[in-house]
């Protein structure tokens, strides 16, 4: 019996012994494991892609220790933020790290093109550009606000918030305006150094009822070539400009015949008509200015004129082939100085004129050495600026004609002296009305005792008024004195007046119409002579480069002394070429 006691009381210990030895193992199984660790990474060292986040403190649970987790993204290598825990840290630089916007690409990739500037609003925060295989959250359209337990208590729902839904502004890069051309059909010109030419020529045929300007005269066909050119300096100080135009008319009809009716050859009124009416002309001139500094310059002109006597003037000679050609060379040097709003200018001129001889149809020649003369003359202008654009002037100048022979061919002295006086003003309102106008008083007393002196009121002009940008108004007045070379006559006083309207129809179709009278007073010749002419014109601009030109002219005369009238029609076609 006690042996028995023994055994049990052992055996009782023994299982007490188990059991207290399996206990700790059942509560081990039995904890929950953690579940941001899988199974098979309970006893895992942490390597690169783990990242060890330290839990927050919380206030039910203070003693929570950290977790471990994997890294979404990889830490960035060289240069990057500072390493996590775990991380290994990566040396050096990433490939094509530290290579420009642009230059040569060697990948021959295609660029991208650059993207339109996006401006945020104040207060508004834009999301994120989402990184490549990364799919970003959706982004709720409202968020509720849940009450507490203490509201639920008191019967208070859920509120839905509505989400501001964010709205980029993007603004669009304003595009500059073109710039718009005053004449996009303006010949471009060549360009050469700092000057540029721009050189042009005219092709014309057409009729003329009467190209002798006699009474009755025979009418011709005609041809006209007249090349142009002009040349503008682009300095930014200083200035060397060039205009020279040429012109030779061609007909087809021979005058040797005089007309019915006319009273040529009478030596008193008209001397004849040439065989030949062909003619050339030349108006070249060269101005240049020396800018010494900004209230003073020089100012130089050189011209080149070639011309004749008009058809049906009295200086003809009877039995002409053709009309001699008088050539004029000439200069003028200015100075101008400004004294605040007072500008003082003083000229000087001299000009040159030798005639040809004439050549006769018995064969003869005839000279005109009494003809050539030298013209030497001055002015002085003071002008004073009222205000912008507008600026009054006097003007007064002097000039002496002296010929190479004292005596001409009927015995009288044609050397003059010359002084005129003329006030006017200057405009140039807001481009509108640019130019000048001036009226005054000249007066011409001869050597020659037998020869009358020359006067009377005078007035030139140049004037350009832009009505419209379709629409341009242009007035010319211009009062000169001309030499005569017959017996007993001092001169002409010769003033002309013309009007000129231009308007676009079209950008390319522009339409001209002109009107013009004109006066001659014959002084020591009882003739004074009315002239008028009228035209219109059509330009019908191709290009740049190319136009085309119809115009109709006519011509007419009233004179006091009888068998001078005439009427004169011209009807020209003709091609512009410029560049």
Same mark, same amino acid.
């Given at each position: 019996?006690?042996?028995?006691?023994?055994?049990?009381?052992?055996?009782?210990?023994?299982?007490?012994?188990?059991?207290?030895?399996?206990?700790?193992?059942?509560?081990?199984?039995?904890?929950?494991?953690?579940?941001?660790?899988?199974?098979?990474?309970?006893?895992?060292?942490?390597?690169?892609?783990?990242?060890?986040?330290?839990?927050?403190? *919380?206030?039910?649970?203070?003693?929570?220790?950290?977790?471990?987790?994997?890294?979404?993204?990889?830490?960035?290598?060289?240069?990057?933020?500072?390493?996590?825990?775990?991380?290994?840290?990566?040396?050096?630089?990433?490939?094509?790290?530290?290579?420009?916007?642009?230059?040569?690409?060697?990948?021959?990739?295609?660029?991208?093109?650059?993207?339109?500037?996006?401006?945020?609003?104040?207060?508004?925060?834009?999301?994120?550009?989402?990184?490549?295989?990364?799919?970003?959250?959706?982004?709720?359209?409202?968020?509720?606000?849940?009450?507490?337990?203490?509201?639920?208590?008191?019967?208070?729902?859920?509120?839905?918030?509505?989400?501001?839904?964010?709205?980029?502004?993007?603004?669009?890069?304003?595009?500059?305006?073109?710039?718009?051309?005053?004449?996009?059909?303006?010949?471009?010109?060549?360009?050469?150094?700092?000057?540029?030419?721009?050189?042009?020529?005219?092709?014309?045929?057409?009729?003329?009822?009467?190209?002798?300007?006699?009474?009755?005269?025979? *009418?011709?066909?005609?041809?006209?070539?007249?090349?142009?050119?002009?040349?503008?300096?682009?300095?930014?100080?200083?200035?060397?400009?060039?205009?020279?135009?040429?012109?030779?008319?061609?007909?087809?009809?021979?005058?040797?015949?005089?007309?019915?009716?006319?009273?040529?050859?009478?030596?008193?009124?008209?001397?004849?008509?040439?065989?030949?009416?062909?003619?050339?002309?030349?108006?070249?001139?060269?101005?240049?200015?020396?800018?010494?500094?900004?209230?003073?310059?020089?100012?130089?002109?050189?011209?080149?004129?070639?011309?004749?006597?008009?058809?049906?003037?009295?200086?003809?000679?009877?039995?002409?082939?053709?009309?001699?050609?008088?050539?004029?060379?000439?200069?003028?040097?200015?100075?101008?100085?400004?004294?605040?709003?007072?500008?003082?200018?003083?000229?000087?001129?001299?000009?040159?004129?030798?005639?040809?001889?004439?050549?006769?149809?018995?064969?003869?020649?005839?000279?005109?050495?009494?003809?050539?003369?030298?013209?030497?003359?001055?002015?002085?202008?003071?002008?004073?600026?009222?205000?912008?654009?507008?600026?009054?002037?006097?003007?007064?100048?002097?000039?002496?004609?002296?010929?190479?022979?004292?005596?001409?061919?009927?015995?009288?002295?044609?050397?003059?002296?010359?002084?005129?006086?003329?006030?006017?003003?200057?405009?140039?309102?807001?481009?509108?009305?640019?130019?000048?106008?001036?009226?005054?008083?000249?007066?011409?007393?001869?050597?020659?005792?037998?020869?009358?002196?020359?006067?009377?009121?005078?007035?030139?002009?140049?004037?350009?008024?832009?009505?419209?940008?379709?629409?341009?108004?242009?007035?010319?007045?211009?009062?000169?004195?001309?030499?005569?070379?017959?017996?007993?006559?001092?001169?002409?006083?010769?003033?002309?007046?013309?009007?000129?309207?231009?308007?676009?129809?079209?950008?390319?179709?522009?339409?001209?119409?002109?009107?013009?009278?004109?006066?001659?007073?014959?002084?020591?010749?009882?003739?004074?002579?009315?002239?008028?002419?009228?035209?219109?014109?059509?330009?019908?601009?191709?290009?740049?480069?190319?136009?085309?030109?119809?115009?109709?002219?006519?011509?007419?005369?009233?004179?006091?002394?009888?068998?001078?009238?005439?009427?004169?029609?011209?009807?020209?076609?003709?091609?512009?070429?410029?560049?």
């Amino acid at each position: 019996m006690p042996r028995l006691c023994h055994a049990l009381a052992a055996a009782a210990s023994g299982a007490v012994l188990g059991v207290a030895a399996l206990a700790p193992a059942c509560a081990q199984t039995a904890q929950r494991p953690n579940p941001a660790l899988a199974d098979d990474d309970l006893f895992r060292l942490p390597d690169a892609t783990t990242v060890f986040t330290p839990r927050k403190l *919380d206030k039910q649970d203070l003693r929570a220790p950290g977790r471990f987790r994997r890294a979404t993204k990889p830490a960035p290598q060289g240069g990057g933020a500072p390493t996590t825990f775990g991380q290994i840290q990566v040396y050096g630089n990433q490939p094509a790290f530290g290579a420009g916007a642009t230059g040569f690409d060697s990948t021959n990739a295609k660029r991208r093109k650059a993207r339109a500037a996006v401006h945020q609003r104040p207060g508004v925060t834009l999301p994120l550009r989402p990184l490549p295989g990364v799919v970003p959250d959706p982004v709720p359209a409202t968020v509720s606000t849940r009450p507490s337990a203490r509201d639920n208590r008191r019967g208070v729902s859920a509120v839905e918030v509505p989400v501001q839904t964010l709205v980029p502004t993007i603004q669009t890069p304003t595009k500059r305006k073109p710039l718009v051309e005053e004449d996009p059909f303006a010949p471009t010109g060549i360009r050469a150094g700092a000057f540029t030419f721009f050189p042009a020529v005219e092709l014309t045929g057409g009729f003329d009822s009467n190209p002798a300007h006699v009474p009755g005269g025979k *009418d011709s066909f005609l041809f006209i070539v007249a090349p142009e050119l002009k040349v503008r300096s682009d300095w930014e100080r200083h200035a060397l400009n060039a205009d020279i135009k040429g012109n030779y008319l061609a007909y087809s009809q021979d005058f040797s015949s005089p007309p019915v009716g006319c009273s040529c050859g009478t030596g008193l009124v008209a001397s004849g008509v040439p065989n030949s009416l062909d003619r050339p002309t030349l108006d070249s001139r060269v101005d240049g200015r020396l800018d010494v500094t900004s209230r003073s310059h020089f100012d130089m002109e050189g011209r080149l004129l070639i011309g004749t006597d008009n058809p049906g003037s009295p200086n003809i000679q009877a039995g002409l082939v053709r009309l001699p050609i008088v050539t004029t060379v000439g200069t003028t040097l200015g100075y101008t100085q400004a004294f605040n709003r007072f500008e003082l200018t003083a000229k000087g001129t001299f000009d040159r004129s030798v005639w040809q001889a004439s050549t006769l149809t018995d064969g003869t020649t005839s000279d005109n050495d009494d003809r050539n003369f030298n013209q030497y003359g001055g002015s002085l202008r003071v002008g004073y600026e009222l205000k912008p654009g507008l600026k009054p002037f006097a003007e007064v100048g002097a000039d002496s004609r002296v010929h190479d022979i004292a005596f001409d061919r009927n015995g009288e002295q044609r050397d003059s002296d010359g002084v005129y006086v003329k006030v006017g003003t200057t405009f140039e309102i807001t481009r509108k009305l640019t130019g000048e106008v001036s009226v005054g008083q000249l007066s011409r007393d001869y050597k020659s005792p037998a020869l009358n002196s020359i006067g009377g009121p005078t007035i030139d002009a140049s004037l350009v008024f832009a009505a419209t940008p379709l629409t341009t108004f242009t007035a010319t007045a211009k009062s000169s004195v001309n030499e005569v070379i017959l017996p007993g006559v001092s001169g002409d006083l010769a003033q002309d007046f013309a009007l000129q309207i231009d308007h676009s129809l079209r950008r390319w179709l522009i339409a001209t119409a002109q009107i013009g009278y004109g006066t001659d007073d014959y002084v020591g010749l009882d003739r004074f002579d009315h002239r008028y002419f009228a035209s219109f014109q059509l330009l019908y601009k191709l290009s740049r480069d190319v136009q085309l030109k119809a115009q109709i002219r006519r011509d007419w005369i009233a004179s006091s002394v009888p068998g001078i009238d005439y009427t004169a029609d011209q009807f020209l076609l003709g091609v512009r070429l410029q560049r």
